[in-house]
């Protein structure tokens, strides 16, 4: 039975990949798309790789698998915690196939912190602490093995926090270095063990586009190519780990989503929401502006939010900071007296219903006419702030988008904004003023890329058809698809769909289509990440300064 190897590209971008090819820059994806099948990917509907590599490991949606995004809310509170793999629902697929006696190596996958126990061996992925965090490999010692064979491993190449420093080039080099050492590493460990299934991760391309969307096609920039650089980088290392498996093998390739310039409808939505009359802003100091708060409030999280957890939250958010930095923009908020907020970072609304506390909260009879209300308001009177065109795609509620026992984890709207539209800010219809985010520091500017719905899907091996496009597939069909390509039967409960136009018909006939009768289980409570020491103390903190409540 022909080998498997599935590589991933965090934020790969079609739209970006098909004209390269067509210019040979990528000539070993472009063997993989001749040889046999391209298409779009479509991610999960927010977008987030937290959720979207989720519901890769489990062919779940988020509802069902519980991860929306690499923070979540404590339920019954405003407050913020890192979401944890290990609260994740569902099955790891690779965990399917270990037991069902498969082996598999597997590199780099966000959200598989720790390392799961499989037949095979197991490297986490950037949620985890730091390389050298207990349960970062398995077997233990992986680590050391790795660096002593093949040099330096890097986890994440810390690209957001070098622009910031005004380090570009470096930040360059590193990008580059990393993609070079994460192809090492996966070459050795398919030299040195056993596999049925190599799952191997380049995350590098994620942040290179946040960063460097901004010179795409600037002639005057010496990084007018960085991100194709960085693609090209991975198209090489993936010819590499190709010819390192033999001559019996198929490849998937495979983006948790796709990329595009950077919109910035997230940080205006809560002066929108207040502009609309859902959101009512405190009153700090005798009427201090929101930027004023934001600015101190920034200050202060330098001076007192430890290093290492602000490491992690730039890994995670890249430029955007994280949640806690958003319980700072809460800090701005008057719960009492209002009904919907946003977090300014991601396109989502929060209903402030009854379970969080507040005084000012929406009882449960009043909260479908909230809903509807707000997303009339999103998608009529939600304008660009210059062009005034209307640039809400959809808003849907979490109950539209998602199912699952975790649905209510997720915020109650979701945006999707029009793919297309440059938007610099907004305005809450045509006589309303126009808003723009209010970021408070650098970190906030340097992100000029973000992700977009759809992501790449290129498949080629034995059975696989040649030279064709493919149509509909959804993230979870992956997963399915590794285990069909196992020869097993595909758990009844797994959402994803083999795509049986993607195999000749002798395959299907050898290899028929097989269900495994088990059903999901949902058995993980919500859990926090830091110790409660740890969560207290950084709360007091917060809390000793005023700035939350
Ligand atoms: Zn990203």
């Known amino acids: 039975?022909?080998?498997?190897?599935?590589?991933?590209?965090?934020?790969?971008?079609?739209?970006?990949?098909?004209?390269?090819?067509?210019?040979?820059?990528?000539?070993?994806?472009?063997?993989?798309?001749?040889?046999?099948?391209?298409?779009?990917?479509?991610?999960v509907p927010n977008q987030r790789s937290a959720a979207a590599w989720s519901s890769f490991i489990t062919g779940l949606n988020p509802g069902s698998h519980g991860i929306f995004e690499f923070y979540e809310r404590v339920p019954g509170s405003h407050d913020i915690r890192f979401s944890r793999a290990a609260s994740r629902d569902g099955i790891s697929f690779w965990k399917y196939l270990s037991e069902n006696n498969k082996t598999a190596i597997v590199v780099n996958v966000p959200m598989t912190y720790p390392a799961e126990e499989i037949r095979g061996c197991f490297i986490s992925g950037l949620d985890a602490p730091g390389k050298n965090s207990p349960g970062f490999t398995f077997p233990a010692g992986l680590l050391q093995e790795i660096e002593r064979e093949a040099g330096d491993y890097i986890q994440e190449p810390g690209v957001t926090s070098l622009v910031m420093a005004d380090r570009t080039e470096e930040a360059l080099k590193r990008v580059i270095e990393s993609v070079r050492q994460r192809g090492k590493a996966v070459r050795y460990l398919m030299s040195r063990y056993d596999w049925d299934t190599v799952v191997a991760v380049f995350r590098e391309t994620d942040p290179a586009q946040h960063c460097f969307w901004r010179y795409m096609g600037d002639?005057?920039?010496?990084?007018?190519?960085?991100?194709?650089?960085?693609?090209?980088?991975?198209?090489?290392?993936?010819?590499?780990?190709?010819?390192?498996?033999?001559?019996?093998?198929?490849?998937?390739?495979?983006?948790?989503?796709?990329?595009?310039?950077?919109?910035?409808?997230?940080?205006?939505?809560?002066?929108?929401?207040h502009e609309a009359g859902f959101l009512k802003f405190r009153?700090?100091?005798?009427?201090?502006?929101?930027?004023?708060?934001?600015?101190?409030?920034?200050?202060?999280?330098?001076?007192?939010?430890?290093?290492?957890?602000?490491?992690?939250?730039?890994?995670?958010?890249?430029?955007?900071?994280?949640?806690?930095?958003?319980?700072?923009?809460?800090?701005a908020?008057?719960?009492?007296?209002?009904?919907?907020?946003?977090?300014?970072?991601?396109?989502?609304?929060?209903?402030?219903?009854?379970?969080?506390?507040?005084?000012?909260?929406?009882?449960?009879?009043?909260y479908w006419d909230v809903v509807s209300k707000l997303k009339s308001a999103l998608l009529e009177k939600c304008l660009e702030a210059d062009t005034m065109r209307k640039v809400v795609e959809w808003v849907k509620h979490r109950e539209e988008t998602y199912a699952g026992p975790h649905v209510e984890k997720a915020p109650d709207l979701l945006i999707r904004w029009k793919e297309s539209e440059k938007?610099?800010?907004?305005?809450?219809?045509?006589?309303?003023?126009?808003?723009?985010p209010q970021y408070p520091t650098r970190e906030f500017t340097v992100i000029s890329g973000d992700h977009r719905p759809a992501g790449v899907f290129m498949a080629a091996g034995d059975g696989i058809?040649?030279?064709?496009?493919?149509?509909?597939?959804?993230?979870?069909?992956?997963?399915?698809?590794?285990?069909?390509?196992?020869?097993?039967?595909?758990?009844?409960?797994?959402?994803?769909?083999?795509?049986?136009?993607?195999?000749?018909?002798?395959?299907?006939?050898?290899?028929?289509?097989?269900?495994?009768?088990?059903?999901?289980?949902?058995?993980?409570?919500?859990?926090?990440?830091?110790?409660?020491?740890?969560?207290?103390?950084?709360?007091?903190?917060?809390?000793?300064?005023?700035?939350?409540?």
């Not at 079609?14 to 298409?39: H, K, S, T, V, Y």
């Not at 930027?291 to 955007?320: A, C, D, I, T």
């Not at 009844?492 to 006939?509: H, N, R, S, T, W």
Request: proline content about 5%; aromatic content about 10%; some cysteine.
């Open 333 to 366: 908020i008057d719960w009492d007296n209002t009904i919907a907020y946003a977090d300014n970072i991601m396109p989502v609304i929060w209903i402030n219903t009854a379970d969080t506390g507040s005084a000012g909260r929406i009882r449960r009879e009043e």
């Open 1 to 43: 039975m022909p080998k498997l190897i599935i590589i991933g590209m965090d934020g790969a971008s079609p739209d970006l990949m098909l004209p390269w090819m067509e210019q040979g820059m990528l000539p070993n994806f472009c063997r993989i798309r001749q040889n046999g099948a391209f298409g779009r990917l479509n991610s």
């Open 283 to 331: 009153k700090v100091n005798n009427a201090v502006s929101v930027p004023g708060v934001l600015r101190r409030s920034y200050q202060f999280l330098e001076k007192f939010v430890p290093r290492r957890f602000k490491e992690r939250l730039f890994r995670l958010v890249p430029g955007l900071i994280s949640k806690v930095h958003s319980r700072v923009f809460f800090s």
């Open 423 to 436: 938007i610099s800010g907004l305005c809450y219809g045509t006589d309303g003023i126009p808003l723009h």
């Open 219 to 273: 002639g005057d920039s010496m990084f007018e190519n960085a991100i194709a650089k960085v693609y090209q980088e991975v198209d090489r290392e993936v010819g590499e780990i190709l010819s390192a498996a033999g001559d019996e093998y198929r490849v998937m390739v495979m983006s948790d989503h796709g990329f595009g310039f950077r919109q910035h409808g997230n940080g205006c939505l809560n002066q929108w929401l």
């Open 465 to 549: 058809k040649k030279n064709i496009e493919i149509h509909g597939l959804n993230l979870v069909d992956v997963p399915a698809t590794a285990i069909y390509l196992n020869r097993l039967p595909v758990p009844e409960y797994m959402e994803g769909k083999v795509p049986e136009d993607l195999f000749e018909d002798q395959i299907l006939a050898s290899n028929p289509l097989q269900t495994d009768r088990r059903k999901f289980v949902s058995d993980k409570a919500q859990a926090s990440e830091y110790t409660p020491e740890e969560e207290s103390d950084l709360r007091d903190r917060l809390r000793g300064l005023g700035y939350l409540e």
